[in-house]
């Protein structure tokens, strides 16, 4: 890909809701990715320095970080109110510089990146093709033209009976459409589970107010069985199929590979080959979904976009290919990533790059978020390794 510069802030209708968390993971967590040479674009706040000096002792990753104040919530603003960062962006742009980023679709990206040369490269999306692809609204028919079929159905990708709605009277005539027990109200362009609310009554509909946009509504399925997700960056299928881990109905891990067999794996990567042609992606993106009671697999979410799993399935190419790796979500760390890798070395976690095998700190900011990446022969014995690593950190 050549070199990267790794620009990576929230999309614009995440408003700061007091948790920066929301904000900083995206850059952090795929910084362990990155190669040494490579540039990040990063907030010089909340122990971001601290987990680049972690990168350059134990992983040997020397970056050029340009940092940027953290009284921006936007990276975009921040770009743009700091000369000094902009000039050096258009400097590696017209060297041809691969730019990633966690939403390129977006008029605030748009607000600074037009001021690059042409020679720049980006690893992402259009706004034309964020407004068609990076939302939920393809999966379904529309509320007020049910008989008209979804794209997906076009594409012969399977999903759940669903139908968008930006009314309430459109939510009433989605349920009636449906004609289960329960429905999910999904935000059509959402993501890490914002904004999900699930409706055991027809009348739970009637005082819906619509806080992020219009929605999608789906059949709600209990236990959401076999939980699944594919990933691209391009063209290329990145990775096997995972196993995704749920809190709720929200994703907040994945095994990969998962525990799927030859055959579902196949139809996995089929249909995921399918949204691929059709979309021509230019950046990363995956496909999440569940298998239902018959065997069959179904899309419920597309996520046109640098993902978590993302980041994990490089890491797994790179430093432990052939593993079974678990990723997960964890709480909010009461140490400093210096101390955190000396309590997984002193309980023999860490991991060890000649072995390919052992604990990643994928992310780490002390009393905000964290995520590890376990690398093991089985997906037992990764699970194992989670549990033991939690117990050595006290989380």
């Not at 990633?100 to 607000?111: A, I």
């Not at 997906?152 to 399977?158: C, F, G, K, Y």
């Not at 230019?282 to 979410?301: F, Q």
Request: net charge negative; hydrophobic share 40%; proline share 5%.
């Amino acid at each position: 890909m050549g070199k990267q510069v790794l620009v990576m802030g929230v999309r614009r209708q995440y408003q700061f809701d007091g948790d920066w968390g929301d904000w900083l993971r995206l850059g952090v967590r795929r910084l362990l990715t990155l190669q040494s040479g490579d540039v990040a674009v990063l907030p010089e706040i909340w122990g971001i320095p601290e987990y680049v000096e972690h990168l350059q002792e134990v992983w040997g990753i020397n970056l050029e970080v340009l940092w940027v104040s953290g009284r921006f919530y936007l990276l975009d603003s921040a770009i743009l109110e700091t000369p000094r960062v902009l000039g050096r962006l258009q400097e590696l742009g017209g060297q041809g510089a691969v730019f990633v980023l966690y939403d390129s679709s977006t008029s605030h990206f748009q607000s600074w990146w037009r001021l690059m040369p042409q020679e720049a490269r980006l690893c992402g999306e259009t706004l034309e093709w964020g407004s068609r692809w990076n939302t939920k609204k393809w999966l379904y028919r529309d509320a007020r033209n049910p008989e008209q079929p979804s794209i997906a159905e076009r594409l012969d990708i399977p999903v759940l009976s669903g139908y968008n709605a930006g009314s309430v009277a459109e939510l009433l005539k989605a349920w009636d459409l449906i004609g289960c027990g329960s429905v999910i109200i999904k935000p059509l362009t959402a993501a890490f589970g914002d904004g999900l609310v699930v409706a055991h009554e027809r009348s739970d509909l009637e005082s819906y107010t619509f806080p992020l946009g219009s929605v999608g509504v789906e059949e709600y399925v209990e236990g959401y069985p076999q939980p699944w997700s594919t990933h691209w960056v391009g063209e290329e299928l990145l990775g096997p199929p995972t196993s995704q881990l749920l809190h709720g109905s929200t994703a907040v891990g994945n095994v990969t590979p998962g525990d799927f067999d030859a055959a579902m794996q196949g139809q996995l990567l089929a249909l995921t080959r399918e949204f691929v042609r059709a979309a021509q992606p230019r950046g990363y993106g995956g496909l999440n979904g569940l298998i239902d009671a018959e065997g069959v697999p179904r899309v419920t979410d597309a996520n046109c976009r640098e993902t978590g799993v993302c980041s994990t399935l490089v890491f797994r190419d790179r430093y432990c290919p052939g593993a079974v790796t678990v990723n997960k979500k964890l709480g909010r760390p009461n140490m400093s990533v210096g101390d955190a890798w000396q309590c997984l070395q002193a309980a023999g976690l860490a991991f060890d790059i000649s072995a390919r095998r052992g604990i990643a700190l994928q992310g780490w900011l002390p009393s905000m978020w964290s995520r590890m990446t376990c690398a093991a022969d089985t997906r037992q014995e990764a699970l194992e390794l989670l549990n033991a690593a939690k117990e050595a950190l006290g989380m």
